[in-house]
T-cell receptor, first 117, second 111 residues
Framework: GAGVSQSPSNKVTEKGKDVELRCDPISGHTALYWYRQSLGQGLEFLIY????????KSGLPSDRFSAERTGGSVSTLTIQRTQQEDSAVYLC???????????????FGPGTRLLVL | AQSVTQLDSHVSVSEGTPVLLRCNYS??????LFWYVQHPNKGLQLLLKYTSAATLVKGINGFEAEFKKSETSFHLTKPSAHMSDAAEYFC?????????FGAGTRLFVKA
């Protein structure tokens, strides 16, 4: 079956512009995660959605970052007034559900490479 | 609380020699543990996972890892490195609705 897909694959924008990044999780997966990976760095957790529960936004670096998940499926990460330090690869992952065991295995999309000039 | 520590930021081996990437964790829960691999300019691929079944876990591409509760370790090994194994490897602990990624270990394979 289809894996996690993300769009666009690459995005170049100017400082101060808003950007939207999209994630389509694996069908049937109720948990969805966003991460950021800066050049040469590990993964930085941003936000986590689990079913209809309130999302865990504890990783969002500033109020310029927000995310939505419509209908329990597709998610959009929005960055307002982009800054050069926002340049990174933004990765989305989904899992069957957010509990322990096999169901927490996360499957990653290919990422969106964002460059802010 | 949970944490994961990858003990080496870089590991360099010769092709055909064994690989050992070290990972220690702490968790207040019975954790699930994972290793992911990321090749340059590629997404993350699941190598293997431990979810409270067998403590020795076999993954793809000849990798395996052993869960040692007494040592709180989940080291990744491979008997014989191949050039195509050169990549970044991430150890991950998950439990209690939290997932923590290690900082990563970059594996270099010399011909």
């Amino acid at each position: 079956g289809a894996g996690v897909s993300q769009s666009p694959s690459n995005k170049v924008t100017e400082k101060g512009k808003d950007v939207e990044l999209r994630c389509d999780p694996i069908s049937g997966h109720t948990a969805l995660y966003w991460y950021r990976q800066s050049l040469g760095q590990g993964l930085e957790f941003l936000i986590y959605f689990q079913g209809n529960s309130a999302p865990d936004k504890s990783g969002l670096p500033s109020d310029r970052f927000s995310a939505e998940r419509t209908g329990g499926s597709v998610s959009t990460l929005t960055i307002q007034r982009t800054q050069q330090e926002d340049s990174a690869v933004y990765l989305c992952a989904s899992s069957l559900r957010g509990l322990a065991g096999d169901s927490v295995t996360q499957y990653f999309g290919p990422g969106t490479r964002l460059l802010v000039l | 609380a949970q944490s994961v520590t990858q003990l080496d930021s870089h590991v360099s081996v010769s092709e055909g020699t064994p690989v050992l990437l070290r990972c220690n964790y702490s968790s207040s829960y019975s954790p699930s543990l994972f290793w992911y691999v990321q090749h340059p300019n590629k997404g993350l691929q699941l190598l293997l996972k431990y979810t409270s079944a067998a403590t020795l876990v076999k993954g793809i591409n000849g990798f395996e890892a052993e869960f040692k509760k007494s040592e709180t370790s989940f080291h990744l090994t491979k008997p014989s490195a191949h050039m195509s194994d050169a990549a970044e490897y991430f150890c991950v602990v998950s439990g209690g609705f939290k997932t923590i990624f290690g900082a990563g270990t970059r594996l270099f394979v010399k011909a």
